[in-house]
């Protein structure tokens, strides 16, 4: 079983909010991702760090941003949410040892209203 | 670019039936691949992988075979059951891209009793 988690699990907050989602992984993993997932289920890479003080925006472009200060922790802030922000917003890890497997959260269900 | 392309959903089949969710992919050189599941309100786990071209991953009655002359990473199971219906992701990787995953956009399946 994984050992990523993220808090909180569902969010509904009003617009012109500043949020942090929570990420944590106790594998030891040098590599950290961001998605967002769309209500159509795709998967976006937003943000994804390759270890500590590392950090790189994804493929779609995001408002969003993160920080790596910890091998184990990898917030995602929202400076000042708004509707448009609303999805599914999922954290995972991995590293070469493992093939690059990676291995997710829960995720969070963020609402802005 | 590399990319993943799934068959579309929703599949619906009855208990019992003969599952093939379709996975094709483009890329150089040799990606590894990936099947990953998604169940309502969870985060994603991976369900298969296989590394190498002849590769067949297997796990709970899955299996996807490497097809490399076809390019190909189909899922099948000889017999679903209704706690299979979640959403299936097909994936690749590569080493030179540091493990960040490209996905296929999902496909829902949906097993009645």
């Known amino acids: 079983e994984a050992d990523i988690y993220q808090t909180p699990r569902y969010l509904v907050i009003g617009t012109g909010k500043k949020i942090t989602l929570e990420c944590s992984q106790t594998m030891g993993h040098d590599k950290m991702y961001w998605y967002q997932q769309d209500p159509g289920m795709e998967l976006h890479l937003i943000h994804y760090s390759y270890g500590v003080n590392s950090t790189e925006k994804g493929d779609l472009s995001s408002e969003s941003t993160v920080s790596r200060i910890r091998t184990e922790h990898f917030p995602l802030t929202l400076e000042s949410a708004r509707p448009s922000h609303t999805s599914q917003y999922l954290c995972?890890?991995?590293?070469?040892?493992?093939?690059?497997?990676?291995?997710f959260g829960p995720g969070t269900r963020l609402t802005v209203t | 670019g590399n990319s993943v392309t799934q068959m579309e959903g929703p599949v619906t089949l009855s208990e019992e039936a003969f599952l093939t969710i379709n996975c094709t992919y483009t890329a150089t050189g040799y990606p590894s691949l990936f099947w990953y599941v998604q169940y309502p309100g969870e985060g994603l786990q991976l369900l298969l992988k296989?590394?190498?071209?002849?590769d067949k991953g297997s796990n709970k009655g899955f299996e996807a075979t490497y097809r490399k002359e076809t390019t190909s990473f189909h899922l099948e199971k000889g017999s679903v059951q209704v706690s299979d219906s979640a959403v299936y992701f097909c994936a690749l990787s590569k080493y030179n891209q540091g493990g960040k995953l490209i996905f296929g956009q999902g496909t829902e399946l949906s097993v009645k009793p």
């Open positions: 995972a890890s991995s590293e070469f040892r493992t093939g690059y497997e990676q291995y």
């Open positions: 296989a590394t190498k071209a002849d």
